[in-house]
């Protein structure tokens, strides 16, 4: 219920702006193209209706579509809605073998996702078979967390707590300047480092600890806060812009978006996430 009252009134309001806006931008073919994604995102099956329309991720028309970017929030939701449905039914029968299953299922989508780069990468890129092994990582976490209980060991492990989370911010940042998607495929087994990454600082990151700092500073909690409206928000954006050509005649004019993004962010999460 968390989850639905937080996602869905701030998904609908950008859908209703971005109708209305549409109407005046965008060109009658493009309309109807908008108007079947904006159904596939209110039902959260835009990766499969993006895919088997053949709109490859990172093509320059995909540029023009202001919904393509949910897609990713159609991932989740499958998975938060899929997921505790397979918990509450099957949990009694698979207690003991819990973890097994998790480890299954995160090395089964593993291999199908490495497979799938290599074969159709559009199916890889946008499915969640071959995606949840990303969401998985987070869940055997957890498990460990508050299953097992097996955090507690790492409160006397002084060095891991002082490396890992280092290693963990470097292998992010690694991934974030060094990942060229035109000779990688993603996802894949190299979507293992920016995973690992995060999963080191999680599990090892500490109160003053210089990672736990830096990611606690008040202008990274900011855009923590307001990150899901501005994820929201930044695609259509900057997509009006380049289907009026535009965004990128200058750079004044992206700074311009990208502050418009953020203050349209600001609004929906205080008046409509809150």
Same mark, same amino acid.
């Not at 209703?16 to 209110?42: A, E, R």
């Not at 210089?210 to 990611?215: D, E, K, S």
């Not at 606690?216 to 009006?240: E, R």
């Given at each position: 219920?968390?989850?639905?009252?937080?996602?869905?009134?701030?998904?609908?309001?950008?859908?209703?702006?971005?109708?209305?806006?549409?109407?005046?931008?965008?060109?009658?073919?493009?309309?109807?193209?908008?108007?079947?994604?904006?159904?596939?995102?209110?039902?959260?099956?835009?990766?499969?209706?993006?895919?088997?329309?053949?709109?490859?991720?990172?093509?320059?028309?995909?540029?023009?579509?202001?919904?393509?970017?949910?897609?990713?929030?159609?991932?989740?939701?499958?998975?938060?809605?899929?997921?505790?449905?397979?918990?509450?039914?099957?949990?009694?029968?698979?207690?003991?073998?819990?973890?097994?299953?998790?480890?299954?299922?995160?090395?089964?989508?593993?291999?199908?996702?490495?497979?799938?780069? &290599?074969?159709?990468?559009?199916?890889?890129?946008?499915?969640?078979?071959?995606? +949840? /092994?990303?969401? $998985? !990582?987070? @869940? #055997? =976490?957890?498990?460990?967390?508050?299953?097992?209980?097996?955090?507690?060991?790492?409160?006397?492990?002084?060095?891991?707590?002082?490396?890992?989370?280092?290693?963990?911010?470097?292998?992010?940042?690694?991934?974030?300047?060094?990942?060229?998607?035109?000779?990688?495929?993603?996802?894949?087994?190299?979507?293992?480092?920016?995973?690992?990454?995060?999963?080191?600082?999680?599990?090892?990151?500490?109160?003053?600890?210089?990672?736990?700092?830096?990611?606690?500073?008040?202008?990274?909690?900011?855009?923590?806060?307001?990150?899901?409206?501005?994820?929201?928000?930044?695609?259509?954006?900057?997509?009006?812009?380049?289907? &009026?050509?535009?965004?990128?005649?200058?750079?004044?004019?992206?700074?311009?978006? +990208? /502050?418009?993004? $953020? !203050?349209? @962010? #600001? =609004?929906?999460?205080?008046?409509?996430?809150?």
């Amino acid at each position: 219920e968390r989850r639905v009252r937080r996602i869905l009134p701030a998904l609908f309001l950008v859908i209703i702006i971005s109708s209305v806006v549409s109407l005046f931008i965008l060109f009658p073919k493009s309309i109807i193209d908008f108007s079947k994604s904006i159904l596939s995102s209110v039902f959260f099956g835009s990766n499969i209706y993006f895919n088997y329309t053949g709109n490859n991720y990172g093509d320059d028309h995909i540029l023009l579509k202001p919904l393509v970017h949910t897609w990713s929030l159609a991932v989740e939701e499958q998975f938060y809605i899929l997921f505790p449905i397979f918990i509450f039914l099957f949990l009694k029968i698979i207690k003991n073998y819990f973890l097994q299953i998790l480890l299954a299922g995160f090395f089964f989508s593993l291999v199908l996702s490495i497979y799938l780069s &290599l074969n159709h990468p559009g199916t890889n890129f946008y499915q969640l078979p071959s995606r +949840i /092994f990303e969401i $998985i !990582i987070g @869940s #055997i =976490l957890a498990y460990f967390d508050f299953i097992k209980k097996k955090r507690n060991y790492k409160k006397n492990s002084y060095i891991y707590n002082w490396a890992f989370p280092k290693i963990g911010i470097v292998l992010i940042f690694y991934s974030f300047f060094y990942f060229n998607f035109e000779e990688i495929y993603h996802p894949s087994l190299i979507t293992l480092l920016p995973l690992a990454g995060v999963s080191l600082i999680i599990w090892f990151s500490n109160k003053n600890e210089i990672v736990t700092n830096f990611l606690s500073s008040k202008i990274l909690v900011f855009f923590g806060l307001i990150s899901y409206s501005l994820y929201l928000w930044h695609y259509p954006i900057f997509s009006y812009l380049r289907y &009026l050509e535009i965004f990128n005649s200058s750079n004044t004019v992206k700074f311009i978006a +990208i /502050f418009v993004a $953020i !203050i349209f @962010s #600001i =609004l929906t999460f205080f008046f409509v996430e809150r």
